[in-house]
């Protein structure tokens, strides 16, 4: 509501008037604190930074660690209210950080990760399609929607005790090096 009454200047000033020590938005908000901070503006108590909602760029990650420089990370994270966390990365002060659109990270332990087309399969790597969760922690459907939750969620639990749901956003799953998952895209 804060946002909504004050704008992003009003959010300035709060950060700055309650010596916040973590700031946690969307990264449309967190750009237009940058943006209504001005430059030589600083907020020296945050200590944890977390954006989410939506894809973010090595631009925005060089920005967070100029607006808050005692941050230990930035931390980019993808999270819907039917899955709780999918997948997170995040950027400690010395990493080196890319230009243009970073991934949102690897998948959060525990959870399977599905890119599929419109009908429900999987796309090879590199390509676009809707992101599917598969985990024991989905989940049970939208409360007095039961035609949403057919279209969205899995009819049942299956033998490991998962259920699936598709979460409606696009993403990608990029080739990776390492032994851990392979990053993903919004």
Excluded: K
Excluded at 117 to 132: A, L
Aim: charged content about 25%; some cysteine.
């Amino acid at each position: 509501m804060l946002f909504r009454s004050n704008g992003a200047r009003g959010l300035a000033d709060l950060v700055a008037r309650r010596r916040l020590t973590i700031f946690s938005a969307s990264a449309a908000i967190f750009r237009a604190l940058v943006d209504a901070s001005g430059p030589g503006i600083v907020f020296p108590e945050v200590r944890s930074v977390r954006l989410a909602s939506e894809a973010i760029t090595g631009d925005d990650v060089r920005a967070a660690r100029r607006l808050f420089p005692a941050a230990r990370a930035v931390v980019h994270g993808l999270a819907t209210t039917e899955t709780a966390v999918i997948a997170w990365a995040r950027w400690l002060p010395d990493d080196r950080v890319p230009d243009g659109v970073l991934p949102v990270g690897r998948i959060a332990p525990h959870r399977e990760v599905l890119i599929v087309d419109d009908d429900g399969r999987p796309v090879p790597r590199g390509e676009t399609g809707e992101i599917v969760v598969i985990n024991r922690c989905v989940a049970n459907g939208y409360w007095r929607d039961p035609d949403l939750t057919a279209r969205r969620f899995g009819t049942a639990l299956d033998e490991r005790g998962t259920r699936t749901v598709r979460t409606g956003d696009l993403g990608r799953s990029e080739e990776h090096t390492s032994e851990l998952q392979s990053p993903m895209y919004l």
